[in-house]
């Protein structure tokens, strides 16, 4: 017995455990799988809808579609014909066209009128909470409705061509539903009463989450009221700019409805080439089409987000 160790305790040697034991005692434990799913079960039952949803109503019709695409009409036989006839015809380059002059100046226009509507509502006066509401009213009307209730604006005989006759603009009424500028021009800007709405709730957002105190620093500095827009609340709204500018960029690229009730297949646009052709009967070639369509969306979302990049590299 060791000289410091008490008299009354006796070191004794563990009992043996055989290995039937061991084996039981291992078998009994929870494993790694088992082990997270009792810990996060509820995270698992809250996302799982999420995820049948995503993976049954957008990855299985996206996988199906490109698959269509890739195979010739009423056989299983793999080839690049339902491209060449899509790419190879008028409307479909018309559709293209329509549909990224429609992106551009609408989305522009969009994020334009955003900016100052968020900029005039982020400001503290009376009614503030009134004006806001006025201003997501379009939010609930029904795109349908929305593209009929433009028909009274930009119709030949529309409030459009009433004011530009007052103002002494056009001397006779202009048919604005025709392909070209003009019909891109009307879409444009009756996607932009129904969609602005969303553009302001995002850019509002993010200018109520600058702190003030940037303000008081630039106004202390001497900054002018335009200093203060173009050096602090540009920049520092650059991330909300971004999520607006690329989530109405992807929805514009998929305009429909609008299109649709204001001009038919007179303006045809990349949605409704592939809905008329998938009237028609044409399935593979609307699969074609629309895994270009597809396409142009990654496209832009992928150059747009390398750009932002490479500029806060730059800023950096």
Known sequence: ???NQPADRVLTAPAPVDAATLRARVDRRPGAAQRWIGQYWLD???????????????LVPVVQSIYLSFVREGTRELTLANYDDVINRSQFKDAVVNTLGITIMGVSMEMVAGIIIALMLARGFRGRGLFRSIVLIPLGVPTLVAGAAMLYFVGFNGYLNEILRDLKI???PVYWQQSGIRGMFVIALSDLWKTTPLVVLILLAGLEAIPGDVY??????????WQKFWHHTIPLLMPSITMALILRAIDA??????????????IPVMSSFVYFDYRAGSTNTAAAAAVILLLMIMVFVLAYFLLVARRTEADR
């Open 1 to 3: 017995m060791a000289k």
């Open 44 to 58: 698992v039952a809250l996302v799982l809808p999420l995820v049948l949803y995503i993976l049954f109503f957008m």
């Open 253 to 266: 690229f998929r305009i429909f409805d609008i299109a649709i009730v204001l001009a038919g297949q007179t």
């Open 216 to 225: 008081e620093a630039a106004g202390i500095d001497g900054a002018t009221g």
């Open 170 to 172: 056009i001397d006779v």
